[in-house]
């Protein structure tokens, strides 16, 4: 499964927001289940950011969120994030 988070960021928190945010991916990818995670902002609005994730399942990726060390970098973030569903059940892939 993946997991897609948008974030509404202000110009003036950009560095910070993405140095904080790599320290989240981090955490994460220390998880069971983890696979992979990017950081990406839009090139057409650089206000619009956005947390990538691949999981095993949605139960790796919500104990994941669950952790205290995931939790203590995250929860500062979580703020900007826009309420939006963001975890996805992979229906067709295709290999590179």
Do not use: K, N
């Not at 202000?10 to 220390?30: K, N, T």
Request: proline content about 6%; charged content about 25%; overall charge negative.
């Amino acid at each position: 499964m993946i997991a897609i988070t948008r974030y509404r960021v202000p110009a003036a928190d950009a560095d910070g927001f993405a140095e904080r945010m790599s320290a989240v991916l981090a955490a994460l990818s220390r998880s069971p289940g983890f696979r992979s995670g990017r950081l990406a902002r839009t090139v057409d609005e650089p206000g619009l950011w956005a947390v990538v994730t691949e999981w095993d399942g949605a139960g790796h990726y919500r104990r994941a969120l669950g952790a205290y060390e995931v939790r203590m970098e995250f929860m500062p973030l979580a703020a900007l994030a826009v309420d939006e569903p963001g975890a996805y059940e992979i229906v067709t892939a295709l290999p590179r």
